[in-house]
């Protein structure tokens, strides 16, 4: 199969979507002439031209505002917040509005909205563009958040999100952008709520998010050697959660440690945890674990930043003590 | 308030609905009090020529969207009194089958694409709106209703930002009733004329008297016919004065008595019947019949929410999600 990064799969996603659908296009802060932040929307306005590929201001709110209309008026936008950092700049537009527009109406109104959002830290990037804000966001009954790990991954659950008629949050982690995998030639997609067996195993079950899912590989690779045969699964979407498999690896390794790049408190792993204690509990042979990153402010200093974010020697040292 | 070249009919009509909204407002504050209404409501007593003034405008495929005190858009763009009051109490009957409430009426079919809880929350939605209608190449408008204490949200002055810049078809039609909630206008910014702000992104800023029904259809038509026509926003300010609280129930200790009582001689209702009268468009006997109608209406409505059926618990999680996903996302 042919491979390509994570970044170059969104932006494949993005084109095929585009001209699949004369009612999806793009807005957010130079994504068109300065081809993205991070390069992702690239050359697309070549293609598409400045109506279908939108620079805007630097106004979150409305940008995400104007989205959320857009959509309700039968279009299928899809916005780019530079940065999660910048989501709580738009956030009443995402929490009060795109969340609550279909149910607050009684169904009359559709918001077919995907904010694609950059996450995670990528090394002295500071407290103000290096965080994981998807644990805020589970919590909101009406949005869907999806969390990609892979090349292939992200193109099919894009798609998805596209032509979904449910507002999206998308989180790309920057970390991941220059990844290679593999992607299948041709459309598909890959539905909400199902998660991926990563790598199978029967002593410990990781569970990780977003850019957490390789470093639980590393770790899962380590831990091999000292004996220890670990699975990792990767949700792929936090809302839909993908219960059935998480629970079944859950029952059938009895130990399970949940990996977020996110402050470890009051996050998706804690949810998932809770799940887990809920519906499992019978069958956990030592304590549920989460790792995340210490609750402080991402520092700036990377000797500092290290201590902070989790890494593979903080799952190595969660899995060891489940033994 | 000159009445000379308009048909007797469209002048009627305006009467008529602000009448109407009147009558809705003025009952839902007694069903509440009696406890059909359970949520908290805000009327626009005193305000209602800015929304029918404003609706007389536009198309019916025309869009509005709405603000916390939204039952006169609502109604002035052709909302159905029944529903909106079944949706005020609650009912499975009610314009959002009673998941929205009076801060949410919302419905489509008339060009109402939702009220808003919060303050300033809808400004960037119209734009939104505005911006699928120029995609399209559709010749469509969109309106936006806030207040005077909403043009101190940033989305606001995003949304001017953002609609100028790019042209779209929208109206920004902030309803200065001087006071932001209880906080006089005077303590909450430091200028007077709101249109004003229209200057900071090139586009006109126009004042006009939001008591004065006409006037302010005046200036609507000409906002309306510069979006239709691709020429981009306007910022219209209607200035009026709310006859009542901001909600129903505050007690108002931000004003005198004596204050609301002299701003009732500014009452468009009574302005526009006087120049009715005065100009023998209609008579005493006919205004008294436009407001029984009126009365009428709206004691159907509320005897229909009354009767109407309340939402079924079990089916709460309807309209979460276009789908449930066999009940993962919940």
Redesign the interface.
């Known amino acids: 199969m042919r491979e390509m990064t994570y970044a170059q799969a969104i932006r494949e996603a993005l084109a095929e979507e585009m001209r699949r659908d004369k009612n999806v296009?793009l807005m957010g802060e130079d994504i068109a002439i300065f081809e993205g932040a991070f390069g992702v929307t690239g050359n697309l306005w070549k293609e598409f031209g400045l109506?279908r590929v939108r620079d805007?201001?630097i106004?979150e709110?409305?940008i995400?505002?104007?989205?959320?209309?857009?959509?309700?008026?039968?279009?299928r936008?899809v916005v780019e917040i530079m940065f999660g950092d910048f989501l709580p700049v738009g956030m009443?537009?995402i929490v009060?509005?795109a969340a609550k527009?279909?149910?607050?109406?009684?169904?009359?109104?559709?918001v077919p909205l995907t904010i694609r959002v950059t996450t995670g830290a990528t090394g002295a990037a500071a407290g103000h563009h290096s965080q994981s804000f998807e644990g805020w966001l589970i919590g909101i009954?009406?949005l869907?958040i999806a969390v990609p790990a892979s090349p292939e991954d992200a193109k099919g659950l894009l798609k998805t999100a596209i032509r979904?008629?449910?507002p999206v949050i998308f989180f790309e982690h920057k970390r991941l952008y220059g990844m290679r995998g593999a992607v299948p030639e041709g459309d598909f997609t890959i539905p909400?709520?199902k998660a991926r067996l990563v790598r199978r195993g029967k002593d410990v079950t990781l569970i990780g998010i977003s850019g957490m899912v390789p470093t639980c590989l590393e770790a899962a690779e380590e831990l091999q050697r000292e004996g220890v045969d670990a699975e990792v699964i990767d949700p792929r979407t936090l809302?839909?959660?993908?219960?059935d498999l998480i629970l079944e690896s859950a029952v059938k390794t009895g130990r399970v440690v949940v990996v977020q790049e996110a402050h470890s408190r009051g996050g998706a792993a804690a949810e998932i945890a809770a799940l887990i204690a809920e519906h499992a509990m019978d069958w956990m042979n030592a304590p549920i674990l989460r790792v995340g990153a210490r609750n402080v402010p991402i520092p700036y200093s990377p000797v500092l930043e290290q201590e902070v974010l989790p890494g593979k020697e903080d799952i190595i040292a969660a899995v060891r003590k489940l033994f | 308030m000159k009445l000379e070249g308009y048909p007797k009919d469209f002048l009627i009509d305006l009467y008529r609905r602000m009448v109407l909204i009147r009558e809705f407002d003025l009952r839902a504050v007694t069903a509440r009090q009696q406890g059909l209404i359970p949520g908290f409501i805000h009327p626009s007593e005193g305000q209602e020529a800015v929304a029918v003034g404003v609706c007389a405008a536009l198309n019916s495929d025309d869009v509005i969207v709405s603000n916390h005190r939204g039952h006169a858009h609502h109604i002035a763009k052709g909302g159905d009194v029944r529903t909106a009051m079944a949706e005020l109490a609650g009912r499975e009957t009610g314009d959002c089958h009673g998941r929205g409430g009076s801060l949410h009426v919302a419905n489509f079919r008339i060009g109402n694409i939702g009220a808003n809880g919060i303050v300033g929350g809808g400004i960037p939605i119209a734009v939104g709106a505005a911006l699928a209608f120029q995609y399209g190449g559709e010749a469509r408008v969109a309106v936006a209703f806030f207040g005077d204490g909403a043009s101190n949200q940033g989305t606001f002055h995003e949304a001017c930002n953002l609609a100028s810049l790019w042209k779209l078809p929208v109206v920004f039609v902030c309803e200065n009733n001087h006071y932001g909630e209880g906080t006089a206008q005077a303590r909450h910014m430091a200028i007077e004329r709101i249109a004003n702000r229209a200057q900071a992104y090139g586009m006109p800023g126009v004042h006009v008297d939001g008591n004065d029904v006409l006037a302010v259809f005046e200036a609507s038509k000409v906002a309306v016919e510069r979006a239709r026509s691709g020429l981009g926003p306007t910022l219209i300010e209607a200035e009026t004065d709310r006859l009542c609280g901001a909600y129903e129930g505050d007690p108002q200790y931000y004003r005198s008595k004596e204050s609301v009582e002299i701003l009732r001689q500014k009452c468009p209702i009574a302005r526009l019947r006087h120049a009715l009268l005065e100009s023998h468009i209609s008579t005493e006997d006919e205004i008294t019949v436009y407001h029984l109608d009126a009365k009428t209406k709206i004691d159907e409505a509320v005897d229909f929410a009354g009767k109407s059926p309340l939402p079924d618990p079990k089916q709460v999680n309807r309209w979460v999600y276009v789908d449930s996903h066999q009940g993962k996302v919940f």
């Open positions: 296009f109506e805007t201001p106004s709110a409305a995400v505002g104007a989205g959320v209309g857009a959509a309700i008026m039968g279009k936008p009443d537009q009060n509005q527009a279909r149910y607050m109406s009684g169904g009359k109104v559709s009954p009406g869907k979904g008629e449910d909400f709520g809302v839909p959660l993908d219960r």
